[in-house]
């Protein structure tokens, strides 16, 4: 099984909580592990306004990198995203959430341009199909 960590994954592994239990166990058993090059810039983010020190925080980067498969913004991400985006929105509102944003169909994108399966606890992905569910 192939599979791409959205940042929401990544966080949960990190800080070591029982969601985060299961994306290591989902990590172990995948074949293929992908994270969107865009989830670095918004982990390092989060963890920049959490005021975690840039230590830890290019470990953590570092750590993704070594275990996982960096997937650029390509020509064929960009079409999926667009594609998606509007698709996620009108899913949204069906929903009573709040529209997610274009990060959210690039995440999205990568798991439809690669094959893979998407591990999250986003909202947004809840109950799609190339979803791996670990939110509450």
Not at 63 to 90: N, Q
Not at 103 to 111: P, R
Request: no cysteine; proline share 3%.
């Amino acid at each position: 099984m192939k599979i791409v960590v959205d940042s929401y994954a990544w966080v949960e592994l990190f800080i070591g909580s029982e969601k985060g239990g299961v994306v290591k166990e989902k990590l172990s058993e995948a074949e293929e592990i992908y994270t969107p090059d865009i989830v670095l810039a918004e982990l390092a983010r989060k963890y920049w306004r959490e005021s975690v020190d840039a230590q830890t925080i290019a470990e953590r980067i570092s750590k993704i990198v070594e275990i996982s498969r960096i997937v650029p913004i390509d020509k064929d991400v960009a079409i999926k995203a667009a594609e998606l985006d509007l698709e996620l929105k009108k899913e949204a509102r069906k929903k009573g959430l709040q529209a997610p944003g274009l990060f959210d169909a690039i995440v999205l994108a990568v798991a439809e341009v690669t094959g893979a399966k998407l591990i999250t606890g986003d909202k947004h992905f809840e109950g799609r199909p190339r979803v791996i569910w670990i939110g509450t």
